[in-house]
């Protein structure tokens, strides 16, 4: 039975208020293109990526997944006096549904933390769906990673320390990237950083039903996204969990994971099932669920009082981490 869903802040309903015609809840297969197109995207050519001269910024396209196209990666590096240590690495996945979006969206995050703890960001370009269905964008995120440790040095970077962060669809990837890293043997990250993620092609949780046309991504363009993705395949029996990680039977030996999400937003449920999914499996991971919080709402409302409080958290988990 579907309950009355949880209230969202104050000072983030107020944002909801000003942007809900721009942006809607649903996403139909027919809006992905005009999406693709709209304003929102094409404001991301203005992003200064140098965040004021802080960083050297470069577009370097690397060998994609044998057989496969290749990829770009965005590389911006501190432009600030080497350290004796190389710097850590954030390995950045963009989110946008599986179905939107380029390297630029959302690094801004990952460059806050970067200015803040001195590092290296790789944020990576990969294949979207429909046009390129499960499992294109994993596999690109996959070979950007190695491409990346493989060559971390030259960049000024510590292989031995990347964590690797997304938000939304780029959080699902990435958690979708550390099981294929254990499983494949792969370099081991140090850290994963999952921001609301996209974890659960089943869109059918609780919170999937309960925020059903509220917010800014609710079940119907859940199930658009996931549809595009793995196509008549979602929801059934046959999903891999390098798709939808909270797939995935055994989730041993996994890097540690901070993992935040909002409480009156779609993916509450499958976050919160993946974290204590995690600590039964013997693993370590940080949880927040930051209460009225919509999806992505510390981008959307950046100076929010709940979104400082998210930001700082990404900022002391990563301070912690990269203190082991």
């Given at each position: 039975?579907?309950?009355?869903?949880?209230?969202?802040?104050?000072?983030?309903?107020?944002?909801?208020?000003?942007?809900?015609?721009?942006?809607?809840?649903?996403?139909?297969?027919?809006?992905?293109?005009?999406?693709?197109?709209?304003?929102?995207?094409?404001?991301?050519?203005?992003?200064?990526?140098?965040?004021?001269?802080?960083?050297?910024?470069?577009?370097?396209?690397?060998?994609?997944?044998?057989?496969?196209?290749?990829i770009s990666l965005?590389?911006?590096?501190?432009?600030?006096?080497?350290?004796?240590?190389?710097?850590?690495?954030?390995?950045?996945?963009?989110?946008?549904?599986?179905?939107?979006?380029?390297?630029?969206?959302?690094?801004?995050?990952?460059?806050?933390?970067?200015?803040?703890?001195?590092?290296?960001?790789?944020?990576?370009?990969?294949?979207?769906?429909?046009?390129?269905?499960?499992?294109?964008?994993?596999?690109?995120?996959?070979?950007?990673?190695?491409?990346?440790?493989?060559?971390?040095?030259?960049?000024?970077?510590?292989p031995e320390r990347?964590?690797?962060?997304?938000?939304?669809?780029?959080?699902?990837?990435?958690?979708?990237?550390?099981?294929?890293?254990?499983?494949?043997?792969?370099?081991?990250?140090?850290?994963?950083?999952?921001?609301?993620?996209?974890?659960?092609?089943?869109?059918?949780?609780?919170?999937?039903?309960?925020?059903?046309?509220?917010?800014?991504?609710?079940?119907?363009?859940?199930?658009?996204?996931?549809?595009?993705?793995?196509?008549?395949?979602?929801?059934?029996?046959?999903?891999?969990?390098?798709?939808?990680?909270?797939?995935?039977?055994?989730?041993?030996?996994?890097?540690?994971?901070?993992?935040?999400?909002?409480?009156?937003?779609?993916?509450?449920?499958?976050?919160?099932?993946?974290?204590?999914?995690?600590?039964?499996?013997?693993?370590?991971?940080?949880?927040?669920?930051?209460?009225?919080g919509f999806h992505?709402?510390?981008?959307?409302?950046?100076?929010?009082?709940?979104?400082?409080?998210?930001?700082?958290?990404?900022?002391?988990?990563?301070?912690?981490?990269?203190?082991?």
């Amino acid at each position: 039975m579907t309950s009355v869903p949880p209230p969202f802040d104050p000072e983030l309903a107020a944002v909801l208020e000003l942007i809900k015609d721009a942006i809607s809840p649903a996403l139909y297969p027919e809006d992905i293109e005009a999406v693709r197109q709209g304003p929102g995207m094409a404001m991301l050519a203005d992003l200064d990526l140098t965040a004021g001269g802080a960083f050297e910024v470069e577009d370097r396209v690397v060998p994609g997944p044998e057989g496969s196209p290749e990829i770009s990666l965005l590389i911006c590096r501190p432009t600030g006096p080497a350290p004796a240590r190389p710097r850590p690495v954030v390995y950045h996945v963009h989110g946008g549904g599986m179905v939107i979006g380029t390297n630029r969206v959302g690094v801004d995050f990952a460059l806050d933390w970067a200015r803040e703890l001195d590092m290296v960001v790789v944020s990576v370009e990969y294949r979207l769906a429909p046009e390129h269905p499960y499992p294109a964008p994993v596999e690109d995120v996959y070979a950007g990673l190695l491409w990346t440790a493989e060559h971390a040095k030259e960049l000024g970077g510590d292989p031995e320390r990347i964590v690797i962060a997304g938000a939304s669809a780029g959080g699902g990837l990435t958690a979708a990237l550390a099981l294929l890293l254990r499983d494949r043997g792969g370099p081991r990250p140090i850290g994963q950083l999952l921001l609301c993620p996209m974890l659960d092609d089943r869109n059918d949780t609780p919170s999937a039903h309960q925020m059903a046309g509220l917010g800014v991504w609710d079940r119907t363009a859940n199930e658009t996204g996931w549809t595009a993705l793995l196509g008549e395949r979602r929801g059934g029996p046959d999903v891999s969990p390098y798709a939808a990680p909270a797939r995935a039977e055994d989730l041993s030996a996994l890097p540690p994971a901070f993992l935040d999400v909002g409480s009156a937003e779609t993916f509450r449920d499958e976050v919160v099932a993946f974290a204590s999914r995690l600590w039964q499996a013997g693993g370590i991971a940080e949880l927040h669920v930051w209460p009225g919080g919509f999806h992505g709402f510390d981008g959307f409302a950046p100076q929010a009082a709940l979104s400082r409080s998210a930001r700082a958290a990404h900022v002391d988990w990563l301070r912690r981490l990269l203190a082991e």
